[in-house]
C-alpha cells in the first residue's frame, strides 16, 4: 500500500485565489510527479522532480502553475489565480527512480467556485 | 510514446478469473508496459510491469505477446474490491523520465 501523503484532501477556491497542496513522499522516494484527474477522469501530467530538481513540466505549469521539492520539507503544488477549469483531482505519486513504478497518493480535490 | 487500446468496460463474477487485453501496436523498444488500477475516492495502484514475455506477482500476472504488439493482464479469482478502472501504459524510462500517460482504461465491475 501506498504510503505518499498528500493535504489537504479537499480544498475550496474562488476563481482568482491561491490554491496550495502537499505532497510527502514514501521514503526514501527521490522521484514525484504531480498529475491531474479531472472530473471526465482524464489524467494529465503537471511536472515531475528527482530531489529538488525539475525533470520535466508541461506550458500551463509553467504559467500559473508552480512547484516544488525542497530539501526535507513537503513537495508543493500552488495554483497563483485559481480558474474553474483547474477543478480537478491532484494526484502526487513518488517512485524509488525514474525506471520504476509510481506510488500514488489519495488526491487533493480542488474545487473552484 | 505508443497509443494503447484497451475495452473500455468488462464483468466478472466473484471468484472468476478476468484477462484485461490491451493492444499497443506501435510500441518502441524502450517501452515498458505499466498496469495501474484505481478504485473511487484514491489514486492509481500499481500493479505489474513488464517488457517482454510473462511476469507474475502475488497480484497479478502479465503476459506479453512475442511481438510486444499485446499485452494481457490477468487476475486470478477476482473479489469484490478488485472492481475498479483498470490502465495499460506504455511508457519509456529515457528521456520520457517515467512519465505515465493514462488512456481511458477498463472499468472492471465485478458481481457477486
Known amino acids: 500500500n501506498s504510503k505518499v501523503i498528500q493535504t489537504p484532501r479537499y480544498l475550496v477556491k474562488g476563481q482568482g485565489q491561491k490554491a496550495k497542496m502537499r505532497c510527502i513522499p514514501e521514503?526514501?522516494?527521490?522521484?514525484v510527479f504531480w498529475y491531474q484527474q479531472n472530473k471526465n477522469n482524464e489524467f494529465k501530467f503537471l511536472i515531475n522532480?528527482?530531489?529538488?530538481?525539475?525533470?520535466?513540466q508541461i506550458d500551463m505549469t509553467e504559467k500559473r502553475f508552480s512547484a516544488e521539492c525542497p530539501s526535507n520539507s513537503p513537495c508543493s503544488l500552488e495554483i497563483q489565480s485559481s480558474e474553474a477549469g483547474d477543478s480537478a483531482l491532484y494526484l502526487c505519486?513518488?517512485?524509488?527512480?525514474?525506471?520504476?513504478?509510481?506510488?500514488f497518493g489519495p488526491g487533493t480535490r480542488l474545487t473552484v467556485l | 510514446l505508443a497509443k494503447t487500446t484497451q475495452p473500455p468496460s468488462m464483468e466478472a463474477y466473484e471468484g472468476q478469473e478476468v484477462n484485461v487485453s490491451c493492444s499497443h501496436t506501435?510500441?518502441?523498444?524502450?517501452?515498458?508496459i505499466y498496469w495501474y488500477r484505481q478504485v473511487p475516492h484514491q489514486g492509481p495502484q500499481f500493479i505489474i510491469q513488464?517488457?517482454?514475455d510473462y511476469v507474475v506477482n502475488e497480484v497479478a500476472s502479465l503476459f506479453i505477446s512475442a511481438d510486444r504488439k499485446l499485452s494481457t493482464l490477468s487476475l486470478p479469482w477476482v473479489s469484490l474490491r478488485d472492481a475498479a478502472v483498470y490502465y495499460c501504459?506504455?511508457?519509456?524510462?529515457?528521456?520520457?523520465?517515467?512519465?505515465?500517460?493514462f488512456g481511458s482504461g477498463t472499468k472492471l465491475t465485478v458481481e457477486p
Open positions: 505519486a513518488s517512485s524509488l527512480s525514474t525506471g520504476r513504478e509510481q506510488y
Open positions: 521514503k526514501g522516494h527521490p522521484v
Open positions: 522532480f528527482q530531489n529538488q530538481e525539475v525533470l520535466q
Open positions: 506501435n510500441i518502441a523498444t524502450s517501452e515498458y
Open positions: 513488464g517488457y517482454k
Open positions: 501504459i506504455v511508457t519509456d524510462i529515457g528521456p520520457n523520465y517515467n512519465v505515465l500517460y
